[in-house]
């Protein structure tokens, strides 16, 4: 699946966006993106986990949170739903599986080899393949006492523009809605955080 992402039409719930992400790790991505709500984005930020599930899974779930008929999301009216996982763990094939499954209406955040990639770039631009261990330890070696359970987003905010500068350097010339475990280092994070800040700026300048 390639070019702009589809949307599904429902009733409109209201003029407030919602912005959903689900996350494969358990610790670090929630932690890290609802500091996004305590800022004061704008929109009703919905941020949960789902470990269990393979990329299909993931996609499958966060599927299944849109058709929920109890608060089902309006894609057409300018919901959003991504999910955001690691390519370290999975295969392409699974990966392509998702893609497909998702047919537009999730968007995909994978980092090759991991999330802690986002963060390293806010201080580097790697050159070379690396495994997560090497990035955790790259990550270390800048934020000496960081691990999973640590809120990092006050020492990474004041560098955001060189994350996003550098994970664009990353992705360039690589299909950001078929995403390959083989492209490392990469993330698509810069794109769902940008989205976030484009968001949070729209919503501060109708104030």
């Keep these: 699946m390639n070019g702009p992402y589809r949307s599904r039409k429902y009733q409109t719930r209201d003029t407030l966006k919602h912005l ?3 996350c494969e790790g358990e610790r670090t991505e929630v932690i890290y993106f609802n500091r996004y709500q305590k800022r004061g984005l704008g929109v009703k ?22 058709e929920d008929p109890k608060d089902p999301l309006d894609l057409s009216g300018g919901d959003i739903v991504w999910c955001v996982l690691d ?17 537009g209406n999730v968007r995909m955040a994978l980092s090759a080899p991991c999330f ?3 963060f390293l770039l806010h201080f580097d631009l790697p050159g070379m393949r690396m495994t997560s261990g090497e ?13 999973k359970d640590l809120d990092v987003f006050d ?35 810069h794109i769902l955080v940008a989205e976030i ?9 109708r104030n």
């Excluded at 010339?173 to 993330?187: E, R």
């Design 87 to 103: 390519a370290d763990d999975h295969q392409q094939k699974k990966l392509d599986k998702a893609v497909e499954i998702a047919d």
């Design 155 to 189: 020492v990474l905010e004041p560098l955001r523009e060189c994350a996003l500068k550098n994970a664009t350097r990353l992705a360039r010339g690589k299909d950001a809605g078929h995403p390959c475990i083989d492209d490392n280092p990469q993330t698509m994070v």
């Design 197 to 205: 800040l484009e968001i949070h700026r729209k919503n501060r300048n």
């Design 20 to 22: 959903v992400i689900v």
């Design 45 to 66: 930020l919905e941020v949960w986990s789902d470990r269990k599930n393979d990329p299909v899974g993931l996609v499958r779930r966060a599927l299944k949170r849109i």
């Design 116 to 118: 802690e990639l986002w």
């Design 135 to 147: 990035a955790v330890d790259a990550l270390k070696e800048r934020i000496p006492e960081y691990g």
